[in-house]
């Protein structure tokens, strides 16, 4: 699997702010604006989405902040914060090890007893559905600039499908929607590439 181009890749420490902002505009031109998540817009504008960094360079650190954030989120309003966004630059790159370490979020989300309360999406630059190729358009609908696990709350996942008709068909939706932009149509929204960051900008990383 490839990993990410050694002029972009973001190192041990790198800007939360390059991150974050990189990540936002991911999330403003193909998740809004593509709709590929009808539900994202609301929490978006509202301010309710929380972006973090984690700068763990090995899945215990990894475990750590991830379990940081999602008791964070459980003990959150969810008027001011209904869900989370946890980027991780510094490892993970491969797709392959980031669907391994998905067996542990999830195994760490049961520890925590927040199962049924909440549960973990995930994004990555390089994710791929089983059977298709790697520049397949319709992998785009689950790729970001960052291995992204997503923190969501089971009840506002429940109260969106309801009030969302025909939600069960969002997944074919997007599908259509990204093969009729066309591969060269997604990658020129130019928001799916991780930012390349200056020289001394990685000190200033806050992490999570």
């Known amino acids: 699997m490839t990993s990410f181009p050694t002029s972009a890749a973001p190192s041990a420490g790198a800007n939360d702010e390059a991150i974050i902002a990189a990540t936002r505009r991911w999330v403003d031109a193909a998740v809004i604006g593509l709709n590929l998540c009808p539900f994202a817009k609301a929490v978006q504008v509202k301010g ?3 972006y973090a960094v984690s700068h763990a360079q090995d899945h215990s650190a990894l475990l750590k902040d ?3 954030q999602l008791l964070a989120l459980a003990d959150s309003d969810p008027a001011q914060r209904d869900t989370t966004l946890l980027m991780v630059p510094d490892m993970l790159e491969d797709f392959a090890d980031f669907n391994d ?9 049961e520890r925590l007893g927040l199962e049924g309360v909440l549960q973990i999406a995930d994004f990555h630059p390089h ?5 298709t190729e790697a520049d397949d358009v319709s ?7 960052y291995p992204t696990l997503h923190l969501l709350r089971e009840d506002s996942i429940e109260q969106a499908v309801q009030a969302v008709p025909d939600a069960s068909a969002i ?4 599908i ?10 997604v990658q020129a929204l130019g928001c799916f590439a991780p930012v390349a960051l200056a020289p001394g900008e990685g000190e200033s990383g806050k992490g999570v």
């Open 139 to 145: 992998n785009y609908t689950n790729r970001a600039p």
């Open 101 to 109: 370490f998905l067996d542990e979020a999830d195994a760490l989300l």
């Open 171 to 174: 997944f074919e939706r997007n």
């Open 176 to 185: 259509a929607t990204l093969e009729a932009l066309g591969l060269s149509g």
């Open 127 to 131: 994710y791929q559905f089983a059977g």
């Open 66 to 68: 991830l379990a940081r």
């Open 48 to 50: 309710q989405v929380h």
